[in-house]
């Protein structure tokens, strides 16, 4: 049977489409959302952040959305493109020391 | 600028034996992190050094794995004995300082791919 944790969530864009991966965070007391992107052979890469006390904040062709109540976060990713397919992982600065707490990541996939 | 560096980009070793791998952070980065990746899970926070001082090592497994970082640059972790369990992809990442309330970015390495036969 499949294990539980080895198969990514992933989802398959068009390129030239909008992209939106949510995200669960555990840690009503964490600072700072960050979002990064994995690509094949390389580490994260930091995309954007958010601190706790915005609902959004934009980047370029970027948007990530904070919602505390429900302790949800979302990264939009506009006009999706072939070199934005990666893995993508939210990250929540869970103390003080900068300690980051991952989620289990989304794979993204773009066709043309 | 150089980034953080790991090495060896892969090892892969028999279980029992022992494997030490390396990160160099940027330059001048007080805070250097271990993070690992376990077969697609998750990335976990194993520890982190401020200068040569284990800050927090609440994610290290078991008393097989040893990290130092002797002189505040690089940064050693060795597994030994290692088991099977320890295969996955061990990340370094550095940051500059910590400012109260600050991001705190950090900047991550390639990533050490382990496997343990």
């Known amino acids: 049977g499949e294990s539980v944790g080895l198969h990514l969530p992933t989802l398959s864009v068009q390129e030239g489409d909008n992209s939106i991966i949510n995200c669960a965070y555990s840690?009503?007391?964490?600072?700072?959302f960050i979002w990064y992107k994995q690509e094949s052979g390389k580490g994260p890469q930091f995309i954007i952040d958010?601190?706790?006390?915005?609902d959004k904040r934009q980047g370029q062709r970027v948007t990530v959305l904070l919602n505390k109540t429900v302790k949800h976060l979302s990264l939009q990713i506009a006009a999706t493109q072939p070199g934005d397919s990666a893995v993508y992982f939210c990250a929540e600065k869970s103390d003080s020391w900068g300690k980051l707490q991952f989620g289990a990541g989304t794979q993204v996939v773009v066709t043309p | 600028e150089a980034g953080v560096t790991q090495f060896p980009s892969h090892s892969v070793i028999e279980k029992g034996q022992t494997v030490t791998l390396r990160c160099d952070p940027i330059s001048g980065h007080d805070n250097l992190y271990w993070y690992r990746r376990v077969m697609g899970k998750e990335i976990k926070f194993l520890l982190h050094f401020v200068k040569e001082s284990k800050q927090d090592e609440s994610g290290m497994p078991n008393n097989r794995f040893l990290a130092e970082r002797t002189g505040g640059t690089y940064s050693t972790l060795k597994v030994q004995p290692a088991e099977l369990e320890d295969s996955g992809v061990y990340f370094c990442?550095?940051?500059?300082?910590?400012?109260?309330?600050?991001?705190?970015?950090?900047?991550f390495g390639p990533g050490t791919r382990l496997t343990v036969l």
């Open positions: 840690n009503s007391a964490s600072d700072y």
């Open positions: 990442a550095s940051s500059q300082h910590i400012l109260a309330g600050g991001p705190n970015e950090q900047f």
């Open positions: 958010i601190r706790s006390n915005m």
